[in-house]
């Protein structure tokens, strides 16, 4: 990675700064993009569902750091509730920045690559994007959407030399997660599973660290991973039975 640039969103915590710490010391120069203005020498201010910002953002980056060579989507918001309570303003604003986020983001950076004839693409999404999950419809189909948006993004820009994938996490100690927990013992709940949700646990028997996101992140970046393209991969300890 060293000599490359990577725009990485959601960058001030959990996964998206993990991804942002581990493609920087693999050598890439890193503009980290979250709501408010991320620590770090490369910081940037943007909302992912504004597509203005977005534009504005991707320009400065270009200007002040350089061609973009890695995209990495991270950013995402999760409101959880069943179908028949979730509010209005709760579903438009999770496809606002899971669904809408990533296509704004990927058209601004990809317009950009495309007459370079190089490029990374790789959108981090949920293994609920595979696997129907009890009160996180939104969340789930938001994903859900961004993996095959991200899929058809590298089927039209395959011949550009741009390769597009993503990352599936399953349940994985960030502040996401454990804001889901009612009390200490939501990790060892999460792990078991819940057959009264028919939500299976997970097999290898931990959470994920965000470094074990970051890692997959990282990899598929590389030009070790330059024959793929338009996969997702699951990196959820074996929790969807890759269903």
């Not at 646990?201 to 991973?225: E, K, Q, T, Y």
């Amino acid at each position: 990675m060293r000599g490359k640039v990577a725009l990485v969103t959601g960058a001030g915590r959990g996964i998206g700064a993990a991804v942002a710490e581990a493609l920087a010391k693999e050598g890439a120069t890193v503009a980290a993009v979250d709501l408010a203005e991320p620590d770090g020498v490369h910081g940037y201010a943007a909302d992912v569902s504004d597509v203005d910002a977005v534009e504005s953002v991707v320009d400065r980056v270009e200007r002040e750091l350089g061609p973009i060579d890695v995209l990495v989507n991270v950013a995402g918001v999760l409101h959880t509730a069943q179908i028949t309570e979730i509010s209005d303003a709760d579903w438009r604003h999770t496809f606002a920045v899971n669904t809408d986020g990533v296509f704004h983001l990927s058209r601004a950076v990809t317009r950009r690559m495309v007459p370079r004839g190089r490029g990374v693409v790789v959108t981090v999404a949920s293994n609920s994007a595979g696997v129907p999950r009890m009160g996180m419809a939104a969340y789930a189909a938001s994903k859900a959407a961004s993996v095959m948006f991200t899929r058809c993004l590298g089927l039209e820009l395959a011949a550009h030399g741009i390769r597009c994938n993503v990352v599936n996490p399953g349940s994985t100690d960030t502040r996401m997660q454990r804001d889901m927990w009612a009390d200490e013992q939501g990790a060892q709940r999460v792990i078991a599973g819940s057959p009264e949700t028919f939500k299976v646990g997970i097999p290898l028997g931990r959470l994920a660290d965000p470094a074990d996101i970051a890692d997959a992140v990282v990899f598929l970046a590389s030009d070790r991973a330059r024959h793929i393209t338009m996969q997702d991969l699951y990196v959820d300890g074996g929790a969807t039975l890759r269903a």
